[in-house]
Nanobody, 118 residues
Framework: QVQLVESGGGLVEAGGSLRLSCAAS????????MGWYRRTPGKQRELVAG???????NYSDSVKGRFTISRDNAKDTVYLQMNSLKPEDTAVYYC????????????WGHGTQVTVSS
């Protein structure tokens, strides 16, 4: 069974920072892409950031310049560093992995709540 376990969410004031972690059960090399989605009730699921096996990254326009996705292959972990947080960043953040997460992730974590106070 493939498992993705997120951690690092919490409550932070606007302008603050958080780092989310996604620990995979096994080597992340087997995934062509990994990344982070977020979801707020009443809104479509939004791809926040993605990284492909070769290392190239993609970001939503709403977070570009503020968030950074990275990975530690030795730890089988993907990170999302979130800086200059805004109240509109409040959401449940989900780790995703698969052949092409930009279209349809194959695996999902259970999510971690991020709340940004104004």
């Amino acid at each position: 069974q493939v498992q993705l376990v997120e951690s690092g969410g919490g409550l932070v004031e606007a302008g603050g920072s958080l780092r989310l972690s996604c620990a995979a059960s096994g080597s992340i090399f087997r995934f062509n892409t990994m990344g982070w989605y977020r979801r707020t009730p009443g809104k479509q699921r939004e791809l926040v950031a993605g990284i492909i096996r070769a290392g190239s990254t993609n970001y939503s326009d709403s977070v570009k310049g503020r968030f950074t996705i990275s990975r530690d292959n030795a730890k089988d972990t993907v990170y999302l560093q979130m800086n200059s947080l805004k109240p509109e960043d409040t959401a449940v953040y989900y780790c995703a992995a698969g052949t092409w997460i930009y279209s349809s992730p194959d695996y999902w974590g259970h999510g971690t709540q991020v709340t940004v106070s104004s």
